[in-house]
């Protein structure tokens, strides 16, 4: 069986286009944690529909319902833990690296300058929306995680394998380097 390789990281660093470039090189299924959890809110009656929707006001009163309602999440990582130990998975999300034993653990970073300029390019937006966008997801989903699990998401980087810092690498280089990365660990 294939080892799994999960892809964390703050908001807007890379991880989608990381993960979909690993799973596309090692012949893997890629699954997007946020995908899993948009079909979730659109259970709930949420129109997410679209990659930039958790920008959005509605996808920000999504997070404010998860922040009310640990359910959501608890169940999304349950979903992902189970996939994930399958085997032959690139799965990125923000908390299934602290609740698994095995596979490779990937943590990608960069400034918040960086991010925000991510987003605002990806995402057609202006730099403030994108600053205090990329700042809000990532203070409320680290005060979620601390309440839910305990661990602080963004500093306690003590389960990754790898840690790497995307600010002044292309797509294609953090790619290039996540590759041989996992070519030794795998």
Avoid at 76 to 90: A, N, S
Avoid at 139 to 168: C, E, M, Q
Wanted: net charge negative; hydrophobic share 35%; no cysteine.
């Amino acid at each position: 069986m294939t080892k799994s390789i999960v892809i964390s990281g703050p908001p807007a660093v890379g991880k989608t286009t990381v993960a979909k470039g690993l799973a596309k090189e090692f012949n893997l299924q890629y699954l997007s944690g946020g995908d899993v959890l948009k079909e979730m809110a659109k259970e709930q009656g949420f129109n997410s529909d679209g990659d930039d929707w958790w920008d959005t006001k509605e996808g920000l009163k999504f997070l404010n319902q998860r922040e009310e309602n640990s359910e959501f999440d608890k169940n999304l990582d349950k979903k992902l833990t189970d996939l994930f130990k399958q085997g032959g998975m690139v799965i990125t999300s923000y908390t299934l690296p602290w609740l698994i034993e095995d596979g490779i653990k990937i943590w990608l970073e960069g400034s918040h300058a960086s991010s925000t300029k991510r987003m605002q390019t990806r995402d057609n937006m202006s730099s403030e929306n994108a600053y205090e966008i990329t700042k809000s997801r990532f203070d409320k989903n680290k005060a979620l995680y601390k309440k839910l699990y305990g661990f602080s998401f963004g500093d306690d980087k003590a389960v990754f394998d790898v840690i790497i810092n995307t600010d002044n690498l292309s797509a294609n280089q953090v790619i290039d380097v996540t590759t041989e990365t996992v070519r030794k660990l795998l």
